[in-house]
């Protein structure tokens, strides 16, 4: 067990030393003394009311004599969840009346490569084994049932907060579960759009979880789908979603980056390194290179994607290189979409939904467009599209070639 986790002071039991609380404070008793010289304490107090406020949480709901929910009128359904950058299978008109979407999610502990290259990699925390965790999708009036579970061999505990849904901070406060435990939660889905959800274990855990990769989008649609600012339905051909991580990497005193041998190993060095707020690697789908080469994204021309951008912790500018955003939502579906969009814009903390339709082949480079993320930290994807060129909308008139002067 690594030693972080059990600091020698406190009488343990395998349940209670895997807390967040618990790691928290071995982490901060940890790194004040290596740090105290240059270290203000403040930030200890504000993770202390943070983990406070999450077990309130919790036990607010405990106490509360509400009446069950009705459930009459929804029919149950099942969601096969997919690996990212794909989307699960899915009406964009819903038929029928609401439903109960089951889905299930394991929140799985791995190392993951995060670039090949350096041979950085990080004890990734995931929903599922993916960075970013798999794309829900519902329509507004539905209902989410998750069975979340963690596996009996993780090193943490983990929860999840659904900016989609109201209440018990996103229902964080009601699905902790430790090693070996399940807990189903059931939110109903009011707002349509795209959110954001993460893992918020409490405290400094809450951006150590989510800087690890747990994090990931669920997509609200109107039940009758997806409308133009006149109320003209628009629809898509694929959906490309693209999971913005940030890590922050520990490195040695050599400058390489530092390997361990278990999720949590890390835990103290990652909170010193995410302090600096300055990443070392800024990636899509939870490593350099993973949407590239051999794994980029395929269209054709006439193809209309709609590219689902998720940003749990660190705003992001989208821009698609020798294309655009013909209809971008920044905020809810029933917004009127943003148009003719060059770059748009991503919270850090939600996610949102850009559509186009390809018109020429080639290679596209969807970036984020602080070019010093998208070239240098790994903010990078690619399209390959085929189809035929179209010399109307752009033609090279003459190749390069010496000219006198
Ligand atoms: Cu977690």
Redesign the pocket.
Known sequence: MPKFINPGLTKTSRRNVLRGTMLVGAAAMAGASATAARRPQQPLKADAISRNLHKAAATQVADSTAKPADLSGYTRVKQELVAPPFAPRHEQIATGGPKIIEITMV?EERLIVVDEDTGASVWA?TYNGSVPGPLIICHEGDMVELTLRNPAASM????IDFHASTGALGGGGLTHVYPGEECVLRWKATKPGCFTYH???GGA?IPY?VA?G?NGAVMVLPRDGLKDAQGNPLRYDSIAYIGEQDYYLPTDENGDYKTYGAAGDDYADSLEAMRSLVPTHQVFNGAVGALTGERALKAKVGETVLMIHNSCNVDSRPHLIGGHGNYVWESSFTDAPLTGMETWFVRGGSAAAAMYTFEQPGVYAYVNHNLIIGAMLGGTAHFVVEGDWDNTLMEQVVEPRPFES
Do not use: K, S, Y
């Not at 943490?156 to 929860?159: D, K, L, S």
């Open positions: 929140t925390l943490m505990e983990h929860n893992c918020a274990p855990m979880h690890h747990m």
